[in-house]
């Protein structure tokens, strides 16, 4: 990790087309501003992390509802006087 000191109105660049620019300095926080293409994500990393835990929680539910569905399609199978069409 590259670590910088800038004061407000400083910038810094990161290859050829992406630009920080430091906005603002205040109390325990800092403004910043990015300049990149439009192809280039930029995301604040605790939403990121909300979004990757959010996957991750539907993820497992859409895989409990598939185990679900499996196990009552099985028992259907199993049922008296059911004839399967296989």
Known sequence: MLILTRKAGEKIRI?????IHVV??????VRIGVEAP???T?????VVER????????????????????SMLKNKKMLPGKK???
């Open 84 to 86: 399967n069409k296989e």
């Open 51 to 70: 979004i990757e835990k959010e996957n991750l929680i539907a993820a497992n539910r859409n895989r409990n509802t598939l185990v679900h569905a499996a």
């Open 42 to 46: 930029i995301m604040r990393d605790e």
């Open 15 to 19: 290859g050829d087309d992406i630009t």
């Open 24 to 29: 603002d300095i205040g109390k325990g926080n």
């Open 38 to 40: 439009k192809e280039v």
